[in-house]
T-cell receptor
Framework: EAGVAQSPRYKIIEKRQSVAFWCNPI?????LYWYQQILGQGPKLLIQ????????DSQLPKDRFSAERLKGVDSTLKIQPAKLEDSAVYLC??????????FGPGTRLTVL | GENVEQHPSTLSVQEGDSAVIKCTYS??????FPWYKQELGKRPQLIID?????GEKKDQRIAVTLNKTAKHFSLHITETQPEDSAVYFC??????????FGSGTRLLVRP
């Protein structure tokens, strides 16, 4: 079974630029999550999708972050404009609707 | 609000010794408690989990215990090996399938 795929793996941008991350969950998984993991910290949930609907986006900084999951499969997370404090690893995870979440390899974002 | 406290932040043990990592949570509605292992530069991977209707679960050298009254749960690794060196995260979840993670414990197993 293929795992959660993410791209790109690394991205370096300057502050105030925009960036987008892509996630392809495990086939058949209805729930998809985006996490932000700052160096030395645990993953922090940004947004949770159930199929193509948003379940929880309470921790998403909506003035600069947006996410969508069209057709209930792939998802994109966008930051516009980026700030220095957005430097982190962005992890995508998916779940078949049960408790266990399967993580992708992450995208390491550096904002200069 | 929801919060998970994890201790210690770093732990160094001699190969063959045991390691214990503890977490406390605040949300009474939490009913799922997974532990993830994250090696440097890699994705978090689930190593063991426990649900609120169980007090203890064991899988070979790792075990997790849960005390719902005190709202804390612990990870126990016995006969540690150098390949156990990694960062370990606890988390709590509820019926919404959302996870709140602890801040992590960096475990170093000295050969």
């Amino acid at each position: 079974e293929a795992g959660v795929a993410q791209s790109p793996r690394y991205k370096i941008i300057e502050k105030r630029q925009s960036v987008a991350f892509w996630c392809n969950p495990i086939s058949g998984h209805a729930t998809l999550y985006w996490y932000q993991q700052i160096l030395g910290q645990g993953p922090k949930l940004l947004i949770q999708f159930q199929n193509n609907g948003v379940v929880d986006d309470s921790q998403l900084p909506k003035d600069r972050f947006s996410a969508e999951r069209l057709k209930g499969v792939d998802s994109t997370l966008k930051i516009q404009p980026a700030k220095l404090e957005d430097s982190a690893v962005y992890l995508c995870a998916s779940s078949p609707g049960l408790d266990e979440q399967f993580f992708g390899p992450g995208t390491r974002l550096t904002v200069l | 609000g929801e919060n998970v406290e994890q201790h210690p932040s770093t732990l160094s043990v001699q190969e063959g010794d045991s390691a214990v990592i503890k977490c406390t949570y605040s949300d009474s509605a939490s009913n799922y408690f997974p532990w993830y292992k994250q090696e440097l530069g890699k994705r978090p991977q689930l190593i063991i989990d426990i649900r609120s209707n169980v007090g203890e679960k064991k899988d070979q050298r790792i075990a997790v215990t849960l005390n719902k009254t005190a709202k804390h749960f612990s990870l126990h690794i016995t006969e540690t090996q150098p390949e156990d060196s990694a960062v370990y995260f606890c988390a709590e979840g509820d019926s919404s399938y959302k996870l709140i993670f602890g801040s992590g414990t960096r475990l170093l197993v000295r050969p």
